[in-house]
């Protein structure tokens, strides 16, 4: 089993930046992908970004690249989200979710395994 715990959404108004942090427990972190998927309101759950077990590769959707970064920390199994420039499009339930069926990064969420809460991020205009 794997646990996912996100943190660090907010409110905060539009051009301004947050850092999402996901902390796993159970099994090995460093052996497999971690993404952030997000489900704006009143929309489907959506890919925003995907890292490999390495960190060496990374996938951006289309509407956040050159805004948002994933990174790792496979020392303290932590994965996070940095987001900067952020608009009120931004507004979303934001997920970090385990592949550990893969060596790449999948962009579908029924291809991962396990899933956090889910935290809150409201962007004020």
């Known amino acids: 089993q794997v646990q996912l715990v996100e943190s660090g959404g907010g409110l905060v108004q539009a051009g301004a930046s947050l850092r999402l942090s996901c902390a796993a427990s159970g099994r090995t972190f460093s052996f497999y992908s971690m993404a952030w998927f997000r489900r704006p309101p009143g929309k489907e759950r959506e890919f925003v970004a995907g890292i490999s077990w390495s960190g060496r590769s990374t996938v951006y959707a289309d509407f956040v690249k050159g805004r948002f970064t994933i990174s790792r920390d496979n020392a303290k199994n932590t994965v996070y989200l940095q987001m900067n420039s952020l608009q009120p499009e931004d507004t979303a339930v934001y997920y970090c979710?385990?592949?550990?069926?893969?060596?790449?990064?999948?962009?579908?969420?029924?291809?991962?395994?396990?899933w956090g809460q889910g935290t809150q991020v409201t962007v004020s205009s």
């Open positions: 979710a385990a592949d550990t069926g893969a060596l790449v990064v999948r962009r579908t969420a029924l291809e991962y395994d396990y």
